[in-house]
């Protein structure tokens, strides 16, 4: 019987642990990689100047209220009555009551539309969803689906620049941030809900 030598052991386990940690480290750089900016913790992207003499009253009105919430960073229970939840599409229905462009819920008739599926569901039955390969315009509402690695999201353009939107949107790492997509390759779009 051979009894294994305390220094091996040692060095096995140590071993051990900086092939797991290598790994851990690979599949952090991986995901983040992949992610899109608005995953991002350290994206700390400043609220963009925009020209409101372009903009309708409604746009103009969106902008300054999405303006205002960045600088606010209010918790997300206040856009959800108080309910502990995800809260972008919360914020997305609260920014538009606010901007007198209120939403209704297709199943409570409430303002407040806290889901994205059922936020896209209102903007099919009005007539004001534009799927994929629309250019959106400032004020519209951007749907993401379930392919990101986060689930569902929704967040308010505010300027474009050609395929470039920039965005501003609630419960992103539990704040409100601004961040750009490109409309036409960002592969969790599902679509566009129109400011009108």
């Avoid at 220094?7 to 790994?23: D, Y």
């Avoid at 903009?55 to 229970?77: C, F, I, K, W």
């Avoid at 569902?152 to 790492?173: C, F, K, P, R, S």
Wanted: charged share 20%; with cysteine; proline share 6%.
């Amino acid at each position: 019987m051979t009894v294994e030598a305390p220094a091996r052991k040692s060095h096995r386990t140590v071993g051990w642990i900086a092939g797991i940690l290598a790994a851990v480290v690979v599949v952090a750089v991986g995901v983040l990689a992949v992610a899109p900016s608005r995953y991002l913790p350290w994206d700390t992207t400043p609220f963009p100047d925009v020209d409101a003499s372009a903009l309708t009253t409604g746009q103009a009105t969106v902008v300054e209220l999405l303006r205002d919430e960045h600088e606010r960073q209010r918790p997300g229970t206040f856009y959800s009555d108080g309910v502990e939840e995800a809260w972008c599409a919360n914020f997305v229905s609260w920014v538009m009551r606010e901007a007198g462009q209120p939403l209704s819920n297709p199943n409570s008739g409430s303002w407040r539309i806290p889901g994205v599926y059922t936020l896209t569901e209102y903007y099919q039955e009005q007539g004001r969803f534009e799927p994929k390969g629309y250019s959106p315009g400032v004020g519209d509402v951007v749907l993401y689906d379930n392919s990101s690695w986060v689930g569902q999201h929704t967040n308010i353009v505010v300027a474009v620049d050609g395929d470039t939107a920039t965005t501003v949107g609630g419960n992103e790492l539990g704040k409100i941030r601004v961040h750009t997509v490109d409309v036409q390759s960002d592969s969790a779009i599902v679509g566009f809900g129109r400011l009108t």
